[in-house]
């Protein structure tokens, strides 16, 4: 009893350090977002026991935060239980390919910290594809980047305008501005479609959140893999994060990065070697099952 009662109270921890932050500041006066905290994931605090409280991870509106239930290396996460049921059914993914040792691998793009260069020349060096989840300011920002990404077979997803709680969005109307106007700016640079890959801001989601993203036209990526890699002034060192990646890698994984790391930049190449070592394959989102 003691020991639940030590593993919700860290869990309501995580929740408040995690979920009450802003995800970044907005300029009223120009509609480019300038983010000053990139994405809020459970990070570090993913591996709950069976038997949490997932009403700490609810509110009154229906509103829902994403997590992941880590079962240790080489064995499959599990997703929340008060939406599992309701995933499959919007083409909301947070597992790939189970069967195999198949990854995928995924990065977050608030803002430009000067490493998706780096990143871009170790993904092609070890041929590995990635998928981008961009915001609207990011693209206008970056767009050469972008283009890059584009050229190299990666595929960049649709993470939004202005970074809100789709959870919070009623108006269908405003909820679609928030996917098509992050469209529009990539057809404009690429000349292209947008590929049809959605990540929530913040890991916010609702079922009529789900619902809409599936009627128009998107797959919803969550992830089974994070940790704490987003604040730029407090990196987690590098044998601490090849541990965690490490730890958390199983068959199915969507593992989501965040591209404002230094240290994620620096071990990159290593990550991605020691997992193909061990027999995994990392595939394009575009290889779902």
Same mark, same amino acid.
């Given at each position: 009893?003691?020991?639940?009662?030590?593993?919700?109270?860290?869990? /309501?921890? @995580?929740?408040?350090?995690?979920?009450?932050? %802003?995800?970044?500041?907005?300029?009223?006066?120009?509609?480019?977002?300038?983010?000053?905290?990139?994405?809020?994931? =459970?990070? #570090?605090?993913?591996?709950?026991? *069976? #038997?949490?409280?997932?009403?700490?991870?609810?509110? #009154?509106?229906? !509103?829902?935060?994403?997590?992941?239930?880590?079962?240790?290396?080489?064995?499959?996460?599990?997703?929340?239980?008060?939406?599992?049921?309701?995933?499959?059914?919007?083409?909301?993914?947070? =597992?790939?390919?189970?069967?195999?040792?198949?990854?995928?691998?995924?990065?977050?793009?608030?803002?430009?910290?000067?490493?998706?260069?780096? $990143?871009?020349?170790?993904?092609? !060096?070890?041929?590995?594809?990635? @998928?981008?989840?961009?915001?609207?300011?990011?693209?206008?920002?970056?767009?050469?980047?972008?283009?890059? +990404?584009?050229?190299?077979?990666?595929?960049?997803?649709?993470?939004?305008?202005?970074?809100?709680? +789709?959870? /919070? $969005?009623? *108006?269908?109307?405003?909820?679609?501005?928030?996917?098509?106007?992050?469209?529009?700016?990539?057809?404009?640079?690429?000349?292209?479609?947008? %590929?049809?890959?959605?990540? %929530?801001? +913040?890991?916010?989601?609702?079922?009529?959140?789900?619902?809409?993203?599936?009627?128009?036209?998107?797959?919803? $990526?969550?992830?089974?893999?994070?940790?704490? *890699?987003? =604040?730029?002034?407090? /990196? %987690?060192?590098?044998?601490?994060? =090849?541990?965690?990646?490490?730890?958390?890698?199983?068959?199915?994984?969507?593992? &989501? &990065?965040?591209?404002?790391?230094?240290?994620?930049?620096?071990?990159?190449?290593?990550?991605?070697? *020691? &997992?193909?070592?061990?027999?995994? !394959?990392?595939?394009?989102?575009?290889? &779902?099952?």
């Amino acid at each position: 009893m003691k020991k639940t009662f030590l593993r919700l109270a860290s869990a /309501q921890l @995580a929740f408040n350090l995690f979920f009450t932050l %802003p995800a970044w500041s907005i300029d009223n006066d120009n509609n480019n977002s300038i983010p000053t905290i990139e994405e809020n994931t =459970l990070g #570090d605090f993913n591996d709950f026991s *069976d #038997d949490i409280d997932i009403s700490i991870f609810t509110n #009154d509106q229906g !509103e829902l935060n994403w997590y992941y239930v880590g079962k240790g290396k080489d064995n499959i996460a599990e997703g929340p239980k008060e939406s599992i049921d309701f995933l499959q059914e919007n083409n909301a993914y947070f =597992l790939g390919d189970t069967s195999n040792k198949v990854m995928y691998l995924t990065f977050d793009e608030g803002y430009e910290n000067g490493n998706t260069a780096a $990143i871009l020349d170790t993904l092609k !060096e070890v041929n590995v594809p990635a @998928a981008f989840f961009v915001v609207k300011p990011y693209i206008d920002k970056e767009p050469e980047l972008i283009k890059r +990404m584009v050229n190299e077979g990666h595929i960049v997803g649709n993470h939004s305008v202005h970074h809100p709680s +789709m959870a /919070q $969005i009623h *108006d269908k109307s405003k909820f679609e501005q928030e996917l098509t106007g992050v469209e529009e700016a990539y057809k404009e640079l690429i000349g292209e479609d947008m %590929p049809k890959f959605f990540r %929530p801001p +913040m890991g916010k989601y609702s079922k009529e959140s789900l619902q809409i993203t599936k009627e128009l036209g998107y797959k919803t $990526i969550f992830w089974s893999f994070a940790y704490k *890699d987003w =604040l730029i002034n407090d /990196q %987690p060192s590098e044998g601490y994060a =090849l541990s965690k990646i490490s730890s958390g890698s199983h068959p199915g994984c969507i593992m &989501l &990065l965040h591209a404002v790391s230094n240290t994620n930049t620096k071990i990159l190449k290593k990550v991605l070697n *020691d &997992l193909k070592s061990e027999g995994y !394959e990392f595939k394009s989102l575009n290889e &779902l099952p």
